[in-house]
């Protein structure tokens, strides 16, 4: 629905408003107002880069990083020349015990003794040759028996 054509006359024939005129600022400040030397809030001052202490503390923060990082590594290389080195020993260890036994189980062979026994003139007993000593002081006064394989 559009308006009737008396009313939109009506209201382009209402009276217009004068237009507004803006203040014109000067060129430059009247002469009864100093300029402001000081900024308005004196407690908040413009940033123009970070404080000493700023400075200071992420220098001591980066420079212990980097003394830990470099001491960790120097740990771990330490530990791993020592782990070789145990480990190298434990192979020489190892090397050495099994000539040892070696060594043990051919010195204590029976074959071996027996045959030195003859060398030197032992012989074995006869079978009623045996004497068992009884030692004076000796509380325990049970034969000792034999065993098999003897």
Known sequence: MSLPAREVERWE????????HRAVSPARPPATHPPISTPPHPHRRARRGHHTAFWVLTAMVVSSLVVGLVSVN?????????????????????????????????????????RWAVRQGLVHPAAGDVVILQVPGFSHHSTPTVEAGE
């Open 13 to 20: 024939a209402a009276p217009r408003q004068h237009p507004r």
């Open 74 to 114: 120097a740990m771990r290389v330490d530990a791993a020349y020592r782990s070789r080195s145990l480990a190298e020993e434990i192979r020489t260890m190892s090397d050495e015990r099994r000539t040892l036994v070696n060594d043990v189980a051919h010195l204590s062979s029976p074959s071996r003794i027996g």
